[in-house]
């Protein structure tokens, strides 16, 4: 069984940071991709920030400039550096990783607040 574990949520002002970090119970070498995603009362969770192994990175427009998705191999962790943080950025934050043996797992979410 794996896990996902979420940390690093919480509330910020507008144009402040917050930090995102996701790690997984088994190596992360045999994931296909690893990504973010966001749910907000009524509407659909939507992609935020996606990586693939190579590296290669694919970001919502609503956050381009502003988020920064990393992975680190040797601790099993994505995370997601957040700046510049607007009102509409409040949601549920979703980590989602796509392991090339076993399918798509998803984390049990944490909540982000932007609010002065």
């Known amino acids: 069984q794996v896990q996902l574990v979420e940390s690093g949520g919480g509330l910020a002002q507008p144009g402040g940071s917050l930090r995102l970090s996701c790690t997984a119970s088994r190596s992360i070498f045999t994931i296909n991709t690893m990504g973010w995603y966001r749910r907000t009362p009524g509407k659909e969770r939507e992609l935020v920030a996606q990586i693939t192994t190579g590296g290669s990175t694919n970001y919502a427009d609503s956050v381009k400039g502003r988020f920064t998705i990393s992975r680190d191999n040797a601790k099993n962790t994505v995370s997601l550096q957040m700046n510049s943080l607007k009102f509409e950025d409040t949601a549920v934050y979703y980590c989602?990783?796509?392991?090339?043996?076993?399918?798509?797992?998803w984390g049990q979410g944490t909540q982000v607040t932007v609010s002065s």
């Open positions: 989602q990783v796509h392991f090339t043996d076993i399918g798509v797992y």
